[in-house]
């Protein structure tokens, strides 16, 4: 049996610079440090963090000790105003990719430009954004909700789009608004990672009997993977080595593993050699 690696699996840039500094944070103090709100979606990797002293809250008043970690996702400003008058050590792994997103979102909104982000509201990246505007960003997640916005063509506006958005729909979003004839500075910040797990799924499913998809089974991105191997050979979506089906598995000649943008490598690692020695 041969089994294959997709191109694009498992943790993202900035992902993984998060879970290394937490790591690394925990290490250096020898205690328990918090990151505000999960680092991951993975039940695995959430128990491997807990080992190593790891934990997470979701309301910083809850943090024990002096460090916080701040996960890739973001955070708005009032948290580090928060930390800087409680004289809290904040260990930022905003993603880069997150940061500079903020970055716009600050500089325009104080040049008196209005902030829209293209996103999902309930999603922490955006609302972190939106903390660096006074939370009074314009938020929408697809062409319906902006349908519903009513714009003042007197106001300038500045547009950002959550990292993990579809390029379609910032093209659409972004046309709409053109065509309302407003004043507008448009700031692609999509980040590819998502896309190219995604491509990479793809193009290995047309080659393998099957396709291993491994990850969070509540996770929508590995969710996203499986859906698309799917169309093209038997798929299984197991969150760990234990969930493969072996006696099924050894049906096929060729297996692909692809896995999400939250999925450790050693999980990974596990299912390769798993399936190498059968
Ligand atoms: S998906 Fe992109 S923006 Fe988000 S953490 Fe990963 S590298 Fe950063």
């Not at 039940?43 to 934990?55: G, H, R, T, W, Y």
Request: hydrophobic share 40%; aromatic share 8%.
């Amino acid at each position: 049996m041969k089994v294959l690696l997709a191109e694009n699996a498992g943790y993202c840039f900035g992902v993984k610079r998060a879970v290394e500094l937490a790591i690394k944070t925990a290490q250096d103090n020898d205690n328990k440090v918090y990151t505000l709100g999960p680092l991951i979606h993975n039940n695995s990797a959430v128990d491997m963090l807990k080992e190593k002293n790891v934990f997470s809250v979701d309301d910083i008043n809850n943090v024990e000790g002096n460090n916080i970690i701040i996960r890739s996702h973001g955070v708005g400003k009032d948290i580090y105003d928060y930390c800087s008058e409680k004289k809290i050590n904040l260990n930022d792994a905003t993603c880069p990719f997150v940061k500079k997103i903020q970055k716009i979102a600050y500089e325009m909104y104080n040049k008196g430009y209005n902030i829209i982000i293209i996103g999902d509201k309930s999603h922490p990246e955006v609302q972190g954004i939106n903390g660096w505007c006074d939370n009074k960003a314009i938020i929408g997640k697809n062409l319906e909700e902006f349908y519903l916005i009513d714009f003042n063509k007197i106001e300038k506006y500045a547009v950002v789009v959550q990292t993990t958005m579809p390029q379609d729909t910032f093209f659409a979003v972004k046309e709409y608004l053109i065509s309302l004839g407003l004043t507008l500075e448009f700031y692609n910040t999509i980040c590819f990672a998502t896309k190219e797990r995604q491509q990479a799924v793809l193009d290995l499913s047309k080659k393998v009997d099957a396709m291993l998809i491994v990850g969070g089974k509540h996770s929508s991105n590995t969710k996203k993977l499986a859906e698309i191997a799917k169309k093209n050979c038997d798929t299984f979506l197991i969150e760990t080595a234990k969930d493969i089906d072996l006696e099924k598995i050894k049906t096929y000649d060729i297996i692909g593993v692809g896995a999400g943008a939250s999925t450790p490598d050693f999980i990974i690692n596990e299912v390769m050699d798993l399936i190498n020695e059968l």
